[in-house]
């Protein structure tokens, strides 16, 4: 998770300061206190550590125009203030807005717009131990799969005309999630449409060293676009 913030904060804090900006960036309406010590500590943790926490991380995001950017409700909950930016909800927000103007020019924009936010998979960095509340919130399974969806329908779209644009696409969403087999095939495509066999040569190559990294192979139909693109590519990647 990255979160940017305008204060200072000793490095050694900074990771649990972080986790609970993200916990509360990923519950806008707001967290009690017990509920966030139950989270951020599942081992438990005092009231006064939990408070003394949330005070650095309160110091850590400064305040805004509106006022502090961690905010206390009258019922004790704690949550972000309107400034805070979560790229998560403007990325969702891009994206039913392209859903509205499918087909459109607009649709092209909004979907960039939305991949250009992508920096890497969800929760990527986060230390042993840590985030252990992500799980039960689904999203590590929801944000690779919208994503990927969005890479493929923009790549889909700039393909005929933009293939240089179709590949960025697809690397947007591969670096959401580097087994979604279906953008590779939308990479390898958008790479024959400029580069010729070259270009799915080495785009193959590329997509075998990483899911063997992750310890999967490619499956039959990307073998099979990778056959039908460049004959004979498979063989050498594999080799």
Sequence with gaps: MLVRAPGTLDAARVDLAAEVVALLALHPDGVHPTVLGAAVWPRGVTPDVRDATVDRVRGWLGDGAAGPRLVTAADGRLLLGPEVVVDWAVLCTLLRTAGRVAGTPAERDLLGR??????????????????????????????????????????????????????????????????????????????????????????????????????????????????????????????
């Design 114 to 239: 939305a991949l250009a936010l992508v920096r890497g998979p969800f929760a990527g960095g986060a230390a042993g131990g840590a985030y252990s509340w992500l799980p039960r919130t689904g999203l590590e399974r929801t944000v690779p799969r919208v994503v990927t969806a969005a890479a493929h329908r923009l790549a889909a779209l700039r393909l005929p005309d933009d293939p240089a644009g179709a590949g960025e696409a697809a690397r947007s969403g591969l670096r959401a999630d580097p087994c979604a087999q279906v953008v590779w095939r939308d990479l390898l495509r958008a790479e024959h449409a400029q580069w010729g066999a070259d270009g799915v040569r080495q785009a193959a190559t590329q997509m075998r060293e990483v899911l063997a990294d992750l310890g999967t192979a490619p499956e039959p139909e990307t073998d099979a676009l990778v056959d039908d693109l460049c004959p004979g590519a498979r063989a050498v990647a594999a080799g």
